[in-house]
């Protein structure tokens, strides 16, 4: 039995209206050409950077301080949120999959046990992510699950792979394949059948998110389960090579692999088995629903096999989906939403389609839907579709400031809650002068909402949940650029280790509040306590310290 009650904050008061605003993508990093937040024009950032040193400071966003196996994994939206909205740090999918792996529990849990009994008759399709970004997936995982099935008897597997890049650098995914063909030639070796069947680029095909665009599944669905894509090949580096030609790595199309008489080699039939091998929900939801759901009716499935489907780990723990899975998920419980709604604390929270569940589903510890509808409001903001942002940079970033400036000045609310995407968004297109113009659009939307909290008397919180359009490079050790072998300069399309910033202010925050200087290693999940604090609570004792303090002057 949870005591929702929050105690009251001893010297803060209740009732001012609170403006969280996350900058995705917006890491702190030297000043440089590559740096597209330094290059940009960001008054608004810069002068709460510039203001007072007390209510400016950096913040852990990366690594352990989300919970991720190690320090050089870089920070990411789902664990960023997570921690932000959960106030502690969980051990996250990446890490529960290594630990399940190593241990070998994925092999003895029900989820294995469901898809294993296909092995006798059945083939083995395993869908996700090749690469070792670490963010969605990560190929050592997938090949010790190859490993790990094939020896507990899955005689005949299936590979469809989705191409990188955005978690990894544009044109890794040759080496990927690569390395995935030679493992699966081992395999052939020891008398297991195993082969790629079908590919394309993970922004194309399959991995769209928060429904933005279903064609994006249906193609993935075309060539994984019906066989059917508009490139057939004999082999996927083969396939990649080619298409490389004409797409980077995001956004390849869809191929299949046909055998001598072109017959697709690995479609999906009654009787086999499905994994999606990712670990992070987002963008393996929409296939989980086209996979699971009976009643499916977002785009035409034509051929809907009867096959046994688990996911690496379950991606929505409201929703229940998939219903097997081979690894537990985090169990983010009592997060800061939910506390706060218990104690009357009325919320808003909004932004694009394409970063609508970072600010609501993981905020909450992916979990869908309203904790109490009367308390909470969520508005999504329609993301273009069929684009590549560094075509339109600005996104709807006015469109959120807006959507947020009347949210506080209707008063309604006591904390109005933004994701603003750009610099993540632009940053993973690896367009630097788009970037640029991201950064300058996301500054504008910030002052827009702290100008309206200017005029309420509120608070403000600006942070950011992990670094991106900060350094746009593949650098050395020493932070100089590195260049292909053909000479030209490496883009990082990827997000990054950097710490980011979080600034306080507003005419509403109590005279004497200010950053402690004793939690110099707080993070992301450090926030959480923070925001309680300045809505006039204390937070639960198992969170992360809050990072301010009350002196009098
Ligand atoms: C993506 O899914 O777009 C990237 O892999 C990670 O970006 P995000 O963590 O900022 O969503
Ligand atoms: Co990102």
């Known amino acids: 039995q949870v005591s929702w009650k929050l105690a009251?904050?001893?010297?803060?008061?209740?009732?001012?209206?609170l403006a969280l605003i996350v900058l995705d993508g917006w890491g702190e990093y030297k000043p440089d050409e590559y740096n597209c937040i330094h290059?940009?024009?960001?008054?608004?950032?810069?002068?709460?950077?510039q203001g007072a040193p007390e209510k400016w400071r950096l913040?852990?966003?990366?690594?352990?301080?989300?919970?991720?196996p190690t320090e050089d994994d870089m920070g990411n939206s789902e664990v960023g949120h997570n921690a932000l909205g959960a106030g502690r740090i969980f051990a996250q999918g990446a890490k529960l999959v290594d630990i399940a792996l190593a241990s070998g529990k994925i092999y003895e849990g029900e989820g294995f046990k469901y898809i294993s009994e296909c092995f006798e008759k059945g083939t083995l399709h395993l869908i996700g992510l090749l690469s070792d970004g670490g963010v969605h997936s990560r190929l050592d995982q997938l090949q010790l699950l190859l490993k790990g099935a094939s020896e507990r008897g899955a005689k005949r597997i299936r590979v469809h792979i989705?191409?990188?890049?955005?978690?990894?650098?544009?044109?890794?995914?040759?080496?990927?394949?690569?390395?995935?063909?030679?493992?699966?030639?081992?395999?052939?070796?020891?008398?297991?059948?195993?082969?790629?069947?079908?590919?394309?680029?993970?922004?194309?095909?399959?991995?769209?998110?928060?429904?933005?665009?279903?064609?994006?599944?249906?193609?993935?669905?075309?060539?994984?389960?019906?066989?059917?894509?508009?490139?057939?090949?004999?082999n996927a580096v083969e396939a990649v090579k080619k298409l490389r030609e004409n797409a980077n790595d995001q956004y390849l199309p869809p191929f299949v692999i046909v055998d001598e008489n072109e017959?697709?080699?690995?479609?999906?039939?009654?009787?086999?088995?499905?994994?999606?091998?990712?670990?992070?929900?987002?963008?393996?939801?929409?296939?989980?629903?086209?996979?699971?759901?009976?009643?499916?009716?977002?785009?035409?499935?034509?051929?809907?096999?009867?096959?046994?489907?688990?996911?690496?780990?379950?991606?929505?723990?409201?929703?229940?989906?998939?219903?097997?899975?081979?690894?537990?998920?985090?169990?983010?419980?009592?997060?800061?939403?939910?506390?706060?709604?218990?104690?009357?604390?009325?919320?808003?929270?909004?932004?694009?389609?394409?970063?609508?569940?970072?600010?609501?589903?993981?905020?909450?510890?992916?979990?869908?839907?309203?904790?109490?509808?009367?308390?909470?409001?969520?508005?999504?903001?329609?993301s273009d579709v069929g684009i590549t942002f560094n075509v339109k940079p600005k996104m709807k970033a006015l469109e959120i400031g807006e959507k947020a400036r009347d949210a506080i000045l209707s008063r309604k609310f006591d904390q109005v809650r933004v994701n603003i995407p750009n610099g993540d968004m632009v940053g993973h297109t690896g367009d630097i002068q788009a970037t640029v113009v991201a950064c300058k659009a996301a500054d504008e939307a910030v002052k827009m909402i702290i100008d309206a909290i200017e005029q309420v008397g509120g608070i403000y919180?600006?942070?950011?949940?992990?670094?991106?359009?900060?350094?746009?490079?593949?650098?050395?050790?020493?932070?100089?650029?590195?260049y292909d072998k053909s000479?030209?300069?490496?883009?990082?399309?990827?997000?990054?280790?950097?710490?980011?910033?979080?600034?306080?202010?507003?005419?509403?925050?109590?005279?004497?509040?200010?950053?402690?200087?004793?939690?110099?290693?707080?993070?992301?999940?450090?926030?959480?306590?923070?925001?309680?604090?300045?809505?006039?609570y204390v937070a639960p004792n198992d969170y992360e310290p809050t990072l301010i303090e009350v002196v009098n002057n």
């Open 162 to 234: 989705l191409t990188d890049g955005r978690d990894v650098l544009d044109g890794s995914s040759v080496g990927f394949v690569e390395t995935l063909e030679s493992d699966l030639a081992k395999l052939r070796e020891n008398g297991v059948d195993a082969r790629i069947a079908s590919g394309g680029g993970r922004m194309y095909v399959t991995m769209d998110r928060y429904e933005n665009d279903w064609d994006v599944v249906k193609r993935g669905w075309d060539a994984q389960v019906r066989g059917e894509a508009p490139h057939k090949f004999a």
């Open 8 to 17: 009251d904050h001893p010297t803060l008061p209740k009732g001012k209206t």
């Open 461 to 482: 919180v600006v942070t950011a949940d992990h670094g991106n359009a900060e350094d746009m490079v593949k650098r050395n050790k020493s932070g100089q650029p590195l």
């Open 39 to 49: 290059v940009a024009q960001t008054p608004t950032m810069d002068s709460l950077k």
């Open 263 to 382: 017959k697709a080699v690995g479609p999906i039939e009654d009787g086999d088995a499905v994994v999606t091998f990712n670990f992070r929900a987002d963008r393996m939801v929409m296939l989980a629903k086209a996979l699971e759901h009976q009643d499916f009716d977002k785009f035409d499935r034509v051929k809907v096999p009867k096959i046994r489907y688990a996911g690496m780990l379950q991606y929505d723990g409201e929703l229940k989906l998939p219903g097997h899975y081979l690894v537990s998920p985090p169990e983010i419980d009592r997060t800061s939403g939910e506390y706060l709604v218990h104690n009357g604390v009325r919320t808003f929270a909004c932004s694009e389609t394409v970063k609508f569940g970072h600010v609501t589903f993981f905020w909450n510890g992916n979990r869908s839907g309203y904790f109490n509808p009367e308390m909470e409001e969520y508005v999504e903001i329609p």
């Open 487 to 536: 000479g030209k300069l490496q883009i990082l399309t990827s997000h990054t280790c950097q710490p980011v910033p979080i600034a306080i202010g507003g005419p509403g925050l109590a005279a004497g509040v200010r950053f402690r200087n004793d939690v110099p290693d707080g993070g992301l999940a450090n926030v959480a306590a923070t925001v309680m604090n300045l809505h006039g």
């Open 59 to 68: 913040i852990r966003a990366h690594g352990k301080a989300v919970g991720l």
